[in-house]
């Protein structure tokens, strides 16, 4: 899966998540401050996207996500990693 479709995906679950649009989801846009997210969100939507995508993400690897871009990255190299889901 590629970054393009891993964007879309993060937005289909964002708005699931918020019932809010995000047509200008940025790589620079801050997941709680920009989204309106707090972190009972942030943790909800990351469940999503772990059950999505078949992958695990570490609370030492959440910790340093703050923007959409950080998170897409992290997806990015967990979707193309053949150990991502152990």
């Keep these: 899966m590629d ?3 891993l964007r879309q995906t993060l937005i289909e679950l964002l708005e699931s998540e918020t019932g809010k649009r995000y047509d200008d989801l ?3 846009t801050v997941l709680t401050d ?3 997210m ?3 969100d942030l943790v909800s939507l ?3 996207v772990e ?6 993400i570490g609370t030492e690897e959440l910790k340093k996500i703050a923007r959409v871009g ?5 997806l990015t190299a967990k979707v193309s990693s053949p150990s991502s889901a152990s």
């Design 3 to 5: 970054r393009a479709a």
């Design 26 to 28: 940025t790589d620079d």
């Design 34 to 36: 920009g989204l309106g």
């Design 38 to 40: 707090d972190s009972i």
């Design 46 to 48: 990351v469940v999503q």
């Design 51 to 56: 059950n999505r995508l078949h992958v695990k």
């Design 70 to 74: 950080e998170l897409l990255d992290l």
